[in-house]
């Protein structure tokens, strides 16, 4: 087995162009090129699961062209000068979509400080140099929604990336996603859990859902003086409406431009929250965790709220108590619109295994697992048209797996975004000899003391005495968890567990 | 270092200073026979500056000096390097924290209506002027800093002084350029903003609501028949940043926030103005792309310690920027950004020209160094007409150097500003040859004596030195000999402390006195040679 599959690469990468075979990455992301584009690309004889009507298809090629998948089938023929990839006894997934994360954000993942932070965005602090971008590829993950945490009952609003490792922040982003917010009930904004030195308002669950009307009542008016403001020449010598980014962010919600994504345990404040919304005419279009969604099943499905829950993580908190192995079996069978999440770098790493979770808990079919980590996240970020499944027209975000993707003995041998390769287990072999040797060299310099960087440490050795001891320990739960040191620094309490 | 031997020779020539005496002071002054760089590139070989009340009279090769002119003259022994006259050096971005945040009571307490970390309004005041640190840059060749506010979100307005003796008043060139920036404040406690994304939420509202007020008290003063706007305290201060009519100087923390800052500040109207953090070179393209004005800090990372095995736990990442970091500048430069230098994030100005040597020997020219601190920042300032340069007209800010000024220690010996000559080290030719081994007794006071030995080598203008206390060899920073008198110093890092401990020693014929100073104190020193120069040494 093992003999056939290194063949099969031998094979794979005779076949490449040049530039292809060369392409490394680097461990730091401004110094990671982007990997080539072929113009075309053709995956041959894989067990193709498509996430669409089509389920899992046998020997089967799929197709890119341009970044796009062009085709998927039997015998596709290869356009001049394409790509081939032979998949022989590989699995090819979509792209695996995660619609929870906080894993590339810098500066604090919390604005933990009023109960409304709407004015805060994601977008304006992506941490594109964060290493989880590139172990997540590792893993399958092509596209993560990067949240707010969950301190606050109206939280900072969201941005969608794919992990185009080596991109800038702006670069990214993932320009085909609705703009979203996240919301939180329960312990976390009503400070359960955490001591503020002066308490905010609200203490209880009534409270958050009290604040939350009573900010959409205010974003209705804020709305309604922009919508009576004078226009054009009328507008000449009158007073304008002084702008207030957190209710407009609020006000776009109640315009249809901006989905609401609420953290969320329990069943009562679900329906509340739900209610709610309904006051306003819209619909919430996921919660997040939703441990207790198998309760309100058929309530969610009427609503038309989607449910973003981990497979088994539960009982880590009072409100979590009644979560159950078997709600993404139970939601889906409601009819509502179920994913995975990780909530956490590490676990994104095997976002695959949640789903085989899925199977084991509710018997959940495996290709219906799978597309609970793709095509049905997908759909919850409003992506669905553009990644998530292997269809004829989407962005080529797609993940070679070396066997059975639902085995925990199978592992990402390829994992590609918008047609480029950027995740390839021979590419990351190469690198790591490149990074030895690099740091030999650079490790001989310093040892050598050469005049370039031998100063005296005056130039900025300002620490004070127990700096050091604090950013061990940092650096220790920096690598235990996947972030960085500086984010470990602003975030003090919720960077651990739920958001 | 060398400042703080500039510091005790000044103090020790304290008596020979013109402002001490407090006697009428000639305001014509001649320097003569001296290497002038009147501009990046521009060099007299061997020219006269006159000086009259604080302003360049003349500059050139054949100038006559005026007949009331003070003439100065620079004896230099035979090998001394030629005395070079500089423009004075323009720091572009001085931060302090101002005594109290103008927009806070007694108590500290933010009046209503404005967040704390918001005060566009703030101005440096007279009570504020920053003595020591315009001592410390003064004595490291700076005549003229732009200086600002260190706190908050936005800063308040900068101003702009020469760097003279005296206070505000006397030195005032600008009472306001530039309004400060910066992403990096937060809220004490857990109030708003408590995180960076907080931060520059809080920063975007603030320029809509300054844009607002100004749009919504003009229609409110032409047509005064509706309700008055709320007023927004220190907001309208915002307005020339906004018109562009001064830069917006933004202090960018890490390569991240350059690239947020660009975003953040992408209408054509600001005059965007960033500080750097010395990663720049890892995302330039967004920089070529968009070449906005930096103002760059040459803080270069320390070389990690990988002495001992179980330091080597440095990342390659550390190594990395470590081993890169001296070629930002150049990369800066290549990349067309138009670039002025700043002693900001080093602990002492002086640190500047160890910095800066390691950037030119990575690509960085003279040229462009100089250029950076003095006519880019004129030009940046708006005095390009009066600052930067040597030249008819400008004010007499000059920096006197023995030798070139761009070395890794250059010897600034006197820095004029607005004609005001400041004597720093006032180096006499050598009067004696100290070369050879001395035998020293350190006295440490209370704490006993410590045997010591020190051998000096070479000639006496260009001396080296090893001192051995306890077994412990460790080579001087400088040596220098100055009539009967030997200076040197040494790294105090070697000895665990920070800075640099300073020696002075008198020499008479075989017997030396002298003391020392440093992070641990003061000590004496006395002590014999034992012998003369080693033959095998010396060349």
Avoid at chain 1, 288 to 315: C, N, R
Avoid at chain 1, 371 to 379: E, F, G, N, V
Avoid at chain 2, 360 to 389: K, M, N, V, Y
Wanted: with cysteine.
């Amino acid at each position: 087995m093992i003999r056939q599959l290194t063949l099969t690469f031998t094979l794979a990468i005779s076949g490449m162009v040049a530039a292809e075979a060369d392409w490394t990455p680097d461990i730091e992301a401004w110094n990671s090129p982007p990997p080539p584009r072929p113009d075309s690309v053709l995956v041959r004889n894989a067990t193709i699961w498509t996430g669409t009507d089509q389920g899992i298809l046998e020997n089967a090629d799929l197709l890119v062209r341009q970044g796009r998948i062009s085709a998927v089938g039997q015998n596709l023929s290869a356009p001049r000068g394409a790509l081939e990839i032979d998949a022989e006894g590989m699995h090819l997934t979509p792209g695996i979509i995660d619609a929870h994360s906080h894993a590339a954000i810098i500066g604090g993942v919390n604005e933990a400080s009023r109960i409304s932070t709407a004015d805060v965005r994601i977008r304006d602090v992506i941490d594109s140099e964060s290493i989880n971008i590139y172990r997540q590829l590792a893993g399958g993950v092509t596209t993560i929604n990067l949240l707010h945490g969950s301190a606050n009952a109206i939280g900072g609003q969201m941005s969608v990336i794919k992990l185009r490792w080596g991109a800038s922040p702006a670069e990214l982003v993932f320009d085909a996603a609705p703009e979203g917010i996240k919301f939180a009930l329960g312990e976390n904004p009503k400070q359960s859990n955490w001591r503020a030195e002066e308490p905010r308002y609200p203490q209880t669950r009534h409270g958050v859902e009290q604040v939350i009307r009573e900010k959409f009542q205010l974003a209705e008016d804020y709305r309604h003086a922009f919508e009576q403001a004078p226009r054009g020449r009328a507008a000449r010598d009158r007073v304008p409406p002084r702008p207030n980014h957190e209710l407009q962010a609020i006000a776009e919600i109640l315009r249809g431009e901006r989905d609401v994504h609420s953290h969320a345990y329990r069943a009562d404040e679900m329906l509340a929250l739900m209610r709610v919304a309904e006051q306003f005419g819209f619909v919430i279009k996921t919660f997040q965790h939703v441990l207790e969604g198998y309760k309100i099943a058929p309530q969610m499905a009427a609503h038309g709220v989607g449910g973003s829950t981990f497979i088994d993580w539960w009982a880590f908190k009072y409100e979590a108590i009644d979560g159950i192995g078997y709600n993404p079996a139970l939601m889906h069978e409601a009819g509502v619109l179920t994913g995975l999440h990780s909530d956490n770098p590490e676990l994104a790493r095997r976002m695959n295994l949640e789903a085989a979770k899925a199977v084991r808990y509710g018997q959940v079919d495996p290709h219906d697992a799978l597309m609970m980590i793709t095509a049905w996240p997908a759909d919850q970020l409003g992506i669905g048209e553009r990644t998530g499944r292997l269809a004829a027209g989407l962005d080529a975000d797609f993940v070679l797996w070396n066997g059975h993707p639902l085995s925990v003995q199978s592992r990402v041998e390829q994992t590609w975004v918008d047609g480029r390769r950027y995740f390839d287990r021979q590419a990351d072999l190469r690198m790591r000899e490149q990074l030895d040797a690099e740091r030999a060299e650079l490790m001989a310099l310093a040892l050598a003391g050469d005049n370039d960087g031998n100063g005296n440490n005056d130039g900025n050795n300002n620490e004070t005495a127990d700096e050091p001891a604090r950013r061990r320990v940092h650096s220790f739960a920096a690598h235990l968890t996947g972030y960085r040191a500086s984010e470990l620094d602003h975030d003090e309490y919720c960077i651990f567990h739920d958001h | 270092m060398r400042a703080f031997i500039a510091f005790c020779l000044a103090g020790l020539m304290a008596p020979a200073l013109a402002a001490d005496l407090r006697q009428p002071v000639p305001g014509v002054h001649a320097l003569i026979d001296v290497r002038i760089v009147t501009a990046p590139g521009q060099i007299i070989e061997s020219g006269t500056v006159v000086i009259r009340d604080g302003i360049i009279e003349s500059v050139g090769a054949n100038i006559q000096p005026p007949p009331d002119a003070r003439i100065h003259r620079f004896e230099r022994a035979e090998g001394q390097d030629a005395i070079t006259l500089f423009p004075g050096l323009i720091e572009p971005y001085l931060l302090f924290e101002f005594k109290r945040a103008s927009n806070q009571d007694d108590n500290g307490d933010t009046p209503p209506g404005r967040h704390e970390l918001i005060n566009p309004d703030r101005r440096l005041q007279a009570r504020d002027w920053p003595e020591d640190r315009v001592t410390a840059l003064r004595r490291a060749g700076f005549t003229t800093a732009l200086m600002a506010a260190d706190q908050g979100i936005l800063r308040g307005h900068g101003l702009v002084a020469n760097l003279g003796e005296g206070n505000l008043n006397r030195n005032l060139i600008k009472p306001t350029h530039g309004q400060f920036a910066s992403l990096s404040g937060r809220a004490e406690g857990r109030r708003f903003p408590s995180s960076l994304m907080g931060a520059v939420a809080l920063f975007r509202q603030t320029l809509d609501d300054a844009r607002w007020q100004a749009a919504a008290r003009a229609a409110w003063e032409s047509n005064p028949a509706q309700p008055r706007p709320e007023w927004l305290e220190g907001l309208d201060d915002l307005a020339p940043a906004l018109a562009g009519r001064t830069p917006l100087v933004f202090e960018s923390q890490d390569l991240l926030d350059t690239l947020r800052i660009l975003e953040l500040i992408s209408d054509d109207q600001t005059n965007l103005t960033i500080v750097g953090h010395g990663e720049e070179y890892k995302r330039l393209a967004a920089l070529q792309q968009r070449p906005v004005r930096h103002i760059l800090p040459l803080a270069f990372p320390e070389a990690p310690d990988v002495k001992d095995e179980e330091d080597r736990n440095v990342s390659l990442e550390a190594l990395r920027h470590w081993h890169r970091a001296p070629d930002n500048p150049a990369r800066l430069a290549e990349a067309g950004v138009t670039l002025m230098l700043t002693t900001h994030g080093l602990s002492q100005p002086s640190q500047i020209f160890e910095q800066l040597a390691k950037a030119i020997e990575r690509g960085l020219s003279s040229d462009q160094a100089l250029a950076a601190l003095t006519t880019e920042p004129a030009a940046w300032l708006g005095l390009s007409d009066r600052a930067g340069r040597i030249r008819s007209g400008y004010m007499a800010n000059i920096v006197v150097v023995e030798g070139e000024l761009f070395t890794d220690s250059p010897t600034i010996s006197e820095v004029w500003v607005d004609g005001q000559r400041h004597v720093l080290a006032a180096l006499q030719p050598p009067g004696v040859d100290p070369a050879g081994t001395w035998s020293l007794t350190l006295g440490l006071g209370g704490m006993g004596d410590v045997e010591a030995s020190l051998v000096l080598t070479g000639p006496p203008t260009s001396m080296e030195g090893v001192l051995t206390v306890m077994g412990n060899d460790t080579p001087l920073s400088e040596v220098r000999v100055s009539g009967e008198r030997v200076v040197a110093s040494i790294d105090a890092s070697r000895f665990g402390g920070s800075g640099s401990i300073s020696i002075r020693l008198d020499i008479d014929g075989d017997r030396a006195r002298g003391n020392g100073s440093g992070p641990f104190g003061e000590f004496t020193i006395r002590g014999r040679r034992t012998s003369g120069p080693d033959e095998e040494v010396a060349p």
